[in-house]
């Protein structure tokens, strides 16, 4: 079982930044698939962007050019930096490693090609971002 530890978040403006991190228990470079998720009042938890074990990226169309992921091998951390922030971001984010867990979520082509399904099942505690207009 793989802990992890957020910190970070907060409450912005439109247009600014905040930048979420997650300490994970465990050698994060051995971890093929990590990322970070979302979750709106009312609406469906989303992964927002991925990362593999390479350091190569992915991210859903309405993030692209405004927010990064990134991992610290030495200190095992993940990191989500979130710039031109919209009211629409606002949500909790949880980052996320694959993994079995008590809850899951599969994620087609989330650190691969569109066939190859990522199982999301350790969750950080959850971290929420506000962004008022």
């Known amino acids: 079982q793989v802990h992890l530890v957020q910190s970070g978040g907060g409450a912005v403006q439109a247009g600014g930044f905040l930048r979420l991190s997650c300490a994970v228990s465990g050698n994060i470079y051995s971890m093929d698939c990590m990322g970070w998720f979302r979750q709106a009042p009312g609406k469906e938890r989303e992964g927002v962007a991925f990362i593999n074990a390479d350091g190569r990226t992915n991210y859903i169309d309405s993030v692209k050019g405004r927010f990064h992921i990134s991992k610290d091998n030495a200190n095992n951390t993940l990191y989500l930096q979130m710039n031109s922030l919209k009211p629409e971001d606002a949500a909790f984010y949880y980052c996320?490693?694959?993994?079995?867990?008590?809850?899951?979520?599969?994620?087609?082509?989330?650190?691969?090609?569109?066939?190859?399904?990522?199982?999301?099942?350790?969750w950080g505690q959850g971290t929420q971002a506000t962004v008022s207009s």
């Open positions: 996320a490693a694959e993994g079995g867990g008590a809850r899951v979520l599969v994620v087609p082509g989330a650190c691969g090609n569109s066939w190859q399904r990522t199982v999301f099942g350790n």
